[in-house]
């Protein structure tokens, strides 16, 4: 097809074969990638903010019907400013940091590194990247919060600026990275399932024989997706059950009481989970390599 002679075209003239090669990508097209992305994807993750911070239990469809009928199409689109900042930030650095290291680490005659190499560099670019974008997602979780709150307990942001700004004033410039410690540990296994395994999965597909395209991007994608969801979602259980009330004291005893209900019990919730994070997967990788054809690497 002519999309796949574009990219036949892309990888010959920079002589690249799947992420790897020597000439380094513009570092900044994963965050214009996932900025794309979220503007589909937001309302999957202001459902899922809903399900986390609800009182008692709730389905996901009655959850969404709850949040149209009372606010409208804009109710699931709540926070998207900040959603948007929190993917310029956050994976702009994290994508970027991945791409500058890996460009660096790459031998000169081309040849892809091992998968252990691009899973520390994944760490370190999941480390990076939350740093910079933990102040949009403390927004980016209130404002998405704020539409199911009772008028007189909304925080009222008018956008994100307004987010950042008013959090600084009121409660200091700290409370811009609530939540850090737990977000470090997460951000570094999304990376990981992310970037590092899409780089692997992409590697692998390639040296199949397969032409390249959109088909090995959303394969690849596809792995990636499931790959985060499952490093993540024992995460995702123990950080909810400590933040759920105050049986807990410390982590270690969340994991330990967790255990105890067998090793299927961290993976509760793994569909929803999946839902919400191999679609932004997905197409942040689909829109990105779209991204690089536009803007080669330099």
């Not at 911070?53 to 400013?81: C, D, E, F, P, R």
């Not at 081309?110 to 560099?121: D, E, R």
């Not at 102040?135 to 404002?143: E, F, G, L, S």
């Not at 961290?266 to 779209?290: C, D, H, M, N």
Request: hydrophobic share 40%; with cysteine; charged share 15%.
């Amino acid at each position: 097809s002519g999309i796949n002679a574009e990219y036949e075209h892309y990888y010959i003239t920079n002589n690249l074969s799947g992420m790897s090669g020597k000439k380094q990508q513009r570092w900044y097209l994963g965050g214009m990638g996932a900025c794309l992305a979220v503007c589909f994807t937001h309302p999957l993750d202001t459902l899922k903010v809903h399900l986390q911070t609800q009182q008692g239990k709730g389905a996901i469809h009655q959850v969404l019907m709850k949040t149209l009928k009372t606010n409208g199409i804009m109710g699931v689109y709540s926070g998207l400013s900040a959603s948007v900042l929190r993917q310029a930030t956050y994976t702009s650095v994290r994508f970027g940091a991945y791409e500058v290291a890996r460009a660096h680490f790459t031998p000169e005659d081309g040849s892809p590194l091992p998968f252990s190499t691009k899973v520390a560099l994944a760490a370190m670019g999941g480390t990076l990247g939350i740093l910079a974008g933990n102040p949009a997602d403390v927004v980016n979780v209130r404002m998405q919060n704020d539409m199911r709150l009772p008028v007189a307990q909304r925080v009222g942001y008018r956008h994100v600026f307004h987010g950042l700004y008013t959090i600084v004033r009121v409660e200091g410039l700290t409370a811009l990275y609530r939540g850090l410690q737990a977000n470090i540990p997460r951000s570094i296994l999304i990376n990981i399932g992310q970037v590092a395994c899409y780089d692997q999965a992409k590697q692998a597909v390639l040296g199949l024989g397969i032409q390249d395209g959109i088909g090995v991007h959303f394969l690849s994608s596809f792995i990636a997706g499931t790959m985060a969801t499952t490093l993540t979602q024992p995460v995702d259980v123990v950080k909810t059950r400590l933040m759920q009330g105050t049986q807990y004291n410390s982590i270690a005893q969340v994991v330990v009481a967790t255990a105890k209900e067998g090793p299927m019990a961290f993976y509760k919730g793994f569909i929803p989970a999946w839902i919400r994070l191999s679609p932004q997967t997905i197409l942040t990788w689909v829109f990105l390599e779209r991204l690089r054809i536009i803007f080669p690497p330099k």
